[in-house]
T-cell receptor, first 109, second 115 residues
C-alpha cells in the first residue's frame, strides 16, 4: 500500500478559479513534505518544502499547508492559469523520498 | 547553471540489448538519485549516491540493473539485458546538503522504450 495517497486523481477547472489538492501520508518517521509540479514530458519541479514544524508555505499562487498530527497536507492554487495544467505530486521524506501518484490538473480557458 | 543533464532523451532498443543512461548532476551537489516513472507505479527511487558512493540500492529491480558514479560529475544507469517491462521514463536528480532540507533537482528524463 502506498504510503502517500493523493486526491482527487484528476480535476478540471476554469482559468481564474481556485482549487485545492489533498495528500494523506503514513510515512514514518516524518521529516519533510514536498509538493512538486510535473509538466508533461518534463522532470518534476519543487514548489514547496515543509518541515514537520511548519504549517504553511507559499510560492506565488501556490500555498501548501501541513497538519502533522493528522498527517494531511493540501496544495491550494489561487487564480489558476493555463500554465498550471500539470501533475502535482505530494512527496514525503528526507533524502529517500516516497511519492504520491499525483493529481492531474487541467485548466481550461 | 544548466541544471541536471541527462542523455539520451529518448532511447528505443530491442529486448536483450544493453542500455546505458547517463547523468551529469549540478556542480557541487553531494547527492545523486536515479528514479523510474511509469503510469502503473509512478515515481520510484532506484538508487542514490552520496559523494560518489552508493548508499541505498534497495530500489533496483534486479541484477540486470546497475549504476555507477565514477566521479562527482557523471553517473550511469545500465540495463543488461533489457526487457519490455523496463520501458519507462528514467530521471536523474541531484541534491546539495543544506541544513535539514535536501532539495532535489530533477533532470528532463530519458524515455526508454524496449520492443
Amino acid at each position: 500500500k502506498n504510503q502517500v495517497e493523493q486526491s482527487p486523481q484528476s480535476l478540471i477547472i476554469l482559468e481564474g478559479k481556485n482549487c485545492t489538492l489533498q495528500c494523506n501520508y503514513t510515512v514514518s518517521p516524518f521529516s519533510n513534505l514536498r509538493w512538486y509540479k510535473q509538466d508533461t514530458g518534463r522532470g518534476p519541479v519543487s514548489l514547496t518544502i515543509m518541515t514537520f514544524s511548519e504549517n504553511t508555505k507559499s510560492n506565488g499562487r501556490y500555498t501548501a499547508t501541513l497538519d502533522a498530527d493528522t498527517k494531511q497536507s493540501s496544495l491550494h492554487i489561487t487564480a489558476s492559469q493555463l500554465s498550471d495544467s500539470a501533475s502535482y505530486i505530494c512527496v514525503v521524506g528526507d533524502y529517500k523520498l516516497s511519492f504520491g501518484a499525483g493529481t492531474t490538473v487541467t485548466v481550461r480557458a | 547553471d544548466a541544471g541536471v543533464i541527462q542523455s539520451p532523451r529518448h532511447e528505443v532498443t530491442e529486448m536483450g540489448q544493453e542500455v546505458t543512461l547517463r547523468c551529469k548532476p549540478i556542480s557541487g551537489h553531494d547527492y545523486l538519485f536515479w528514479y523510474r516513472q511509469t503510469m502503473m507505479r509512478g515515481l520510484e527511487l532506484l538508487i542514490y549516491f552520496n559523494n560518489n558512493v552508493p548508499i541505498d540500492d534497495s530500489g533496483m529491480p534486479e541484477d540486470r540493473f546497475s549504476a555507477k558514479m565514477p566521479n562527482a560529475s557523471f553517473s550511469t544507469l545500465k540495463i543488461q539485458p533489457s526487457e519490455p517491462r523496463d520501458s519507462a521514463v528514467y530521471f536523474c536528480a541531484s541534491s546539495p546538503r543544506s541544513g535539514q532540507v535536501y532539495e532535489q533537482y530533477f533532470g528532463p528524463g530519458t524515455r526508454l522504450t524496449v520492443t
